[in-house]
């Protein structure tokens, strides 16, 4: 299995720009996708093969990688994008999509 | 629009099983693959297994491996999550959630079934 490791917490100014890291080795040889979890909902796909956006996921999302890291960066953050955001990939053997990142809590200030 | 729809929540004791379903609708059940999410109370999000409707192959995540059985069945597009020899460490929310092959993502998900595992 693999580890993907996110920072716990950040925050944001309205209509300001924030960028959340995933790290992991899987992430050298796979893409990342983006979750993002509004309390009492599940989860949403926001971001998948690097930088596709699932229809209705507005342009403000998008994602990046460069190594063994994988960004999703919201630009102009607005008051409902506060949620808490998990990356996923595949676990070291490329089996499957079995590793999901320890989530990052965004806070809109 | 695509929806997955779960079964309602469960309180079980210990030692007990617990199958949910997730019933499909508006796409081909056997074009994605289904996958189980588990998400304990205030916690993140652990992968499970998957299930591919289209031949049943199954793939468990070491953790559950042993405990967890994935099954689909077609007739009713319906998918299906057993863990058994339930603890306390089981209660949490469980999710489905479908991914296109030609996607590295989990596109669409279910709106999940809390379980409460307590004697």
Known sequence: ?109 | EVQLVQSGAEVKKPGATVKISCKVSEYTFTDYYMHWVQQTPGEGLEWMGLVDPADGETIYAEKFQGRVTITADTSTDTAYMELSSLRSEDTAMYYCAVQDPSNDAFDIWGQGTMVTVSS
């Open chain 1, 1 to 109: 299995s693999s580890e993907l490791t996110q920072d716990p917490a950040v925050s944001v100014a309205l209509g300001q720009t924030v960028r959340i890291t995933c790290q992991g080795d899987s992430l050298r040889s796979y893409y990342a996708s983006w979750y993002q979890q509004k309390p009492g909902q599940a989860p949403v796909l926001v971001i998948y093969a690097k930088n596709s956006r699932p229809s209705g996921i507005p342009d403000r999302f998008s994602g990046s990688s460069s190594g063994n890291t994988a960004s999703l960066t919201i630009t102009g953050a607005q008051a409902e994008d506060e949620a808490v955001y998990y990356c996923n990939s595949r676990d070291s053997s490329g089996n499957h999509l079995g590793v999901f990142g320890t989530g990052t809590k965004v806070t809109v200030l």
